[in-house]
């Protein structure tokens, strides 16, 4: 099994910035791509960043030129370094990983969520 940890969420004032940071752990093989997700309420999760394994990267477009997706494999852990806040990014942030266990299973793993919240 795999377990996925998060951590950063806070409140912060529009022009802010936050670090996230999401740690696998378990009977890992290998670790393909990472990712970071996020749920308003009232609203369905969307996608907010995604890094593979060699290091390519891409965004939503609200969020591009602000926010950065970087992951240390030695550690197995996933940063989303967000700056420029702006109230709209107020939201519960997932990380979400996949890889392959040491029995040679894929795995699909979820974080616990961490909440963001930007102030005006």
């Known amino acids: 099994q795999v377990q996925l940890v998060e951590s950063g969420g806070g409140l912060v004032q529009a022009g802010g910035s936050l670090r996230l940071s999401c740690t696998a752990s378990?009977?890992?093989?290998?670790?393909?791509?990472m990712r970071w997700y996020r749920r308003a309420p009232g609203m369905q999760r969307e996608l907010v960043a995604g890094?593979?394994?060699?290091?390519?990267?891409n965004y939503e477009d609200s969020v591009k030129d602000r926010f950065t997706i970087s992951r240390d494999n030695a550690k197995n852990t996933v940063y989303l370094q967000m700056s420029s806040l702006k109230p709209e990014d107020t939201a519960v942030y997932y990380c979400n990983v996949g890889g392959m266990l040491t029995t040679l299973r894929p795995f699909d793993a979820w974080g616990q969520g961490t909440q963001v919240t930007v102030s005006s």
């Open positions: 378990g009977s890992i093989t290998r670790v393909a791509g």
């Open positions: 890094i593979t394994s060699d290091g390519r990267s």
